[in-house]
């Protein structure tokens, strides 16, 4: 049984991996109407206020329409603009997710399919010009393969207490360094998610720690270059255990 789930799980995760760009002729679309429900449904300090979206919907079901009318291609899409679009469509889609089946105290107790095996990431519900995608597809088969570019796992949101926080406004090409820099230091300096001073950092740089180290830079070189204080020489890196729960805004 365990040489079966393990199986079942490599093969899920080389098909998410697996993906790759379309064709499509579509230009790049405008991300306004996310960035104003980002603006009224998340606070300053990144908690979501899911029943705001809720009522909310009919705009969110908007984005998510244009969204899916307009696929990333390379012929008028620039790279920032296919990054910026793949990041707000997997967390305006997850929060979509979430909406559908509030109230709920995880993301991860969204279930379809075989029990145990089968896991939120891995429905299929995302259209996009005829594609069908699951968040697992976006994130490691688009994301991850095609962009060069780590500080997307502060960005990209899993509706959890320990994610990075939802940024209250839309990622867009002309600000997405900046955007993706300011994420980097804000979960870095968040004490929620990270105890740099303590040499105990966030799970995800053990889950993705191949993304941070690229190249000849270790993951302490990499947290040092965002984190508010350097990780103290004489401490080993250790990771946080990760808290599943809703990052709901306290009612």
Known sequence: MRTFLLLFWIASFLSACSVSKKSSDSKPVDHALWDSLLSKNVDADGWVDYQGFQTDSASLIEYLQLLSSAHPNDQYWSDDEQLAYWINA??????KLIIDHYPVSSIKDIKNGIPFVNTVWDIKFIEIEGHSYDLNNIEHGIIRKHFNEP???????????SCPVLAKEAYTADKLDQQLTRSA??????????????GKVSSIFTWFKGDFTAGSLSLRDFINKYAPEPLPEDKDITFLDYDWNLNERPK
């Open 151 to 161: 500080r997307i796992h502060f960005a990209v949101n899993c509706a959890s207490v």
């Open 90 to 95: 997997y967390n305006a889609f997850t929060v």
């Open 185 to 198: 230091r804000r979960f870095l300096a968040d004490p929620l998610r990270n105890r740099v001073s303590e």
